[in-house]
């Protein structure tokens, strides 16, 4: 029997978030891409025999990305994004983690104290802009 691969997965599209660059006007957004997640199905299709059993136990969910590229908010141009990921195993998404929890852990292999975060100064502003108008002249 071969196996269909609507026999196997339900498919439910998703929208998902990415922070992406333009390449163009430099500028960092939040963009929607729409993704198509194939979800296994509880049981295998009648009629499978034994070996399509253990390929059906070997499945996983996954994702894949229908979008190749955005169009950028501030400019208006179009460009690629910047992945060379189009499908994506759900089972991989839970277990990424962040950046502040991968620094902490390098930091604790490494034995170097956590660095006091930094407080942000306000830049200050030059003369021309502090100084009273005199008005026009």
């Not at 994506?88 to 390098?106: A, M, R």
């Not at 306000?122 to 005199?134: E, G, I, Q, V, Y």
């Amino acid at each position: 029997m071969a196996l269909d691969e609507r026999a196997l997965f339900t498919k439910a599209p998703e929208n998902r978030s990415g922070r992406f660059q333009c390449p163009r006007c430099r500028r960092t957004g939040d963009y929607r891409i729409r993704w198509v997640r194939h979800s296994k199905k509880g049981k295998p299709p009648s009629g499978a025999n034994a070996d399509d059993r253990a390929k059906f136990a070997k499945l996983r969910d996954y994702m894949l990305r229908l979008d190749d590229d955005v169009t950028c908010k501030t400019c208006g141009k179009k460009f690629d994004i910047p992945s060379q990921h189009s499908l994506v195993f759900v089972d991989q998404l839970g277990g990424l983690p962040n950046d502040d929890d991968l620094q902490q852990e390098i930091n604790a292999v490494a034995d170097e104290p956590e660095p006091e975060p930094e407080r942000e100064k306000k830049p200050t502003l030059p003369d021309r802009f502090t100084r009273k108008s005199s008005g026009w002249k």
